[in-house]
């Protein structure tokens, strides 16, 4: 396979030209030799340091300390705002084609950069490298739809009707146009998609950004942020503060100058700041990207080897840590029994190591917390059922440097435990046999989330699926992942119910939209 041939994506992912394991190679390497670093925050395209600083440590070896980072606090979520007001002014009426140029020019330097964005993303999150390259990757890919949203669709200028009015000639326009000033916080499992992606939309559309990643993933937040300034936009559009969300987070969200806010993260955050948003004086646009509890359904028609497949990558994949992990499984009660001992062969082969490293599939979970969720999660299955597979954490040797848990699989758990509903985010996933396709469907629909779903069956019980489910992103036969894998072009992703408030997918044709408003224009001759 040739480069020319090959396209990056999450379906792709696992069958790569030799090349990207050489240039991710080379990019572990040079990193690995020049760690621990200091990287500023950038408010109108300065480095800014502060007193407080935290340091990044990499999931992989709690040792290894990635960065030292800035703790911006309210001082600096204020002053970013602040810049980032006083440079709307301008980029706010910029013409939309500069405003895509500019966008493009980040994307395809994001491209340009994509094995060291990889690279920092593996060794910040613990993303086995295909998972982190594509993440790098879609960032770039994001931010190129946006931009092309708003020139295939000339810039969201529509000349309107003429009405009727007798002896007077009007002229009408709708006309999209920006907010003003927006913010983006994201989460550490996609830093560089969700970070990149919302970021060049709210751009192209002509807002101007603050932008705020996890704690976790400050490194590659840095680096996107520095594409935008290596890109050529002015002082002030583009802006990124690290720190806690507690403090730096919640400065942001509080502070009236914000028009507009697109946060990815969990359902209690999101929830949070979509009800404290609606205090304020009007209305604000609040895209809300939350939690997932994907479930998988297998009909007795299913093709089994692809259903082991694709639920297999889906539930552990990036650890079991994707929002669109599959984490419930129904499964009819004819194929059961194959279908688990296809599942339990494949769970038991998975390699569970450094994410570096060609070979590995699974690395560690992000951090301590996620750590001792494990813990306590499977601690509470342990005793509502039984394992297939997994259920502790790896200590052993290098194991015991960094957050390894075991891909987890939950049997024979009732159907009314509360970990049926509850998003784990962990390498944990629970299966369940079912009657029928019924009582799978009445199972899976019946949660606060509705992200992602897949099936597995034939032709006619497919179209049913996609008549029922309460998903926004679905999938049918699929071996890359019943539940997980979705890019922009392809499938524009986001969520139903507990799972998103703008029920338009980003990477798709309705997404960029929703960074401006409508304004329309009559003028009568
Ligand atoms: P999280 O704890 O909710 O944090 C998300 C972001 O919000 C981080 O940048 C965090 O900063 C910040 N934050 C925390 N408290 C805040 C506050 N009071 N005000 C403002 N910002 C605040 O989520 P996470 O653990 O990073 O990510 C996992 C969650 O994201 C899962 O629930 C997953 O399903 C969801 N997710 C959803 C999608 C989607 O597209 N629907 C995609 C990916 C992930 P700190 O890191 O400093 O705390």
């Not at 792709?12 to 394991?21: C, G, I, S």
């Not at 240039?23 to 408010?43: D, P």
């Not at 395209?45 to 911006?72: A, C, R, W, Y």
């Not at 301008?90 to 964005?117: C, D, F, M």
Request: aromatic share 12%; hydrophobic share 35%; with cysteine.
């Amino acid at each position: 396979m040739t480069e020319q041939t090959f396209r990056l994506t999450y379906s792709t992912m696992y069958d790569p030209p030799e090349e990207l394991h050489t240039n991710f190679e080379a990019e572990v390497a040079k990193i690995k030799a020049n760690l621990g670093n200091e990287f500023g925050m950038i408010i109108d395209n300065q480095d800014v340091f502060t007193d407080e600083k935290f340091e990044d440590h990499s999931p992989i070896n709690t040792d290894m300390v990635l960065g030292i980072f800035q703790e911006g606090g309210k001082k600096y979520a204020d002053e970013a705002l602040a810049s980032s007001r006083r440079a709307a002014k301008s980029w706010n009426k910029t013409p939309w084609q500069e405003r895509v140029a500019l966008v493009r020019a980040a994307g395809n330097r994001i491209n340009e950069r994509v094995y060291e964005l990889g690279a920092v993303i593996s060794l910040e999150v613990g993303k086995n490298r295909m998972e982190a390259l594509a993440d790098a990757a879609e960032t770039a890919d994001l931010m190129l739809y946006a931009a092309d949203q708003v020139e295939e669709n000339n810039g969201f200028v529509v000349k309107m009707g003429q009405d009727p009015i007798v002896g007077y000639t009007a002229t009408n326009y709708s006309i999209l146009k920006p907010y003003g000033v927006w913010v983006v916080i994201s989460p550490f499992n996609f830093p560089g998609a969700l970070t990149g992606g919302p970021v060049g939309a709210a751009l192209v559309a002509g807002n101007t950004v603050v932008m705020k990643p996890a704690t976790d993933t400050s490194w590659t937040a840095r680096i996107i942020a520095e594409c935008f300034r290596e890109a050529g936009f002015p002082d002030g559009v583009v802006n990124f503060v690290s720190g806690r969300g507690s403090t730096t987070g919640q400065a942001l969200i509080d502070n009236p100058e914000v028009d507009g806010v697109t946060f990815t993260g969990s359902y209690d955050v999101g929830m949070k700041i979509f009800r404290q948003f609606a205090n304020g004086e009007y209305p604000r646009p609040t895209i809300l990207e939350m939690g997932g509890k994907n479930p998988a359904i297998i009909s007795k028609n299913a093709d089994l080897d692809r259903a082991a497949q694709g639920v297999y990558r889906s539930a552990f994949g990036l650890q079991g840590q994707k929002c669109s992990a599959t984490s419930r499984v129904y499964v009819e009660e004819q194929v059961y029994d194959e279908l688990t001992s296809k599942l339990e062969a494949l769970t038991k082969n998975t390699i569970l190591d450094d994410p570096t490293k060609q070979a590995t599939f699974m690395g560690p979970v992000a951090n301590k917390y996620a750590y001792q969720d494990f813990k306590t999660f499977t601690e509470e299955l342990s005793q509502a059922g039984e394992f297939l597979a997994g259920g502790k954490v790896r200590t052993e040797g290098e194991y015991g440097k960094g957050y390894y848990c075991e891909p987890t699989i939950a049997t024979n758990v009732p159907l009314d435990h509360r970990l049926w509903k509850q998003e784990m985010f962990l390498p944990i996933t629970m299966l369940a046999k079912v009657k029928n396709l019924d009582e799978a469907m009445k199972e899976a629909n019946d949660v606060a989330y509705g992200l992602t779903a897949g099936f597995y069956g034939n032709k006619e019980e497919t179209q049913w699926f996609f008549e029922n489910i309460e998903a926004g992103v679905t999938y049918a036969n699929r071996p890359q992942g019943a539940t997980t894998g979705a890019w922009p072009g392809f499938q524009p992703f986001g969520g139903w119910k507990g799972s998103g408030s703008s029920g338009k997918n980003a990477g798709g044709h309705y997404y960029v939209q929703l960074y401006m408003h409508e304004q329309v224009n009559t003028v009568i001759e």
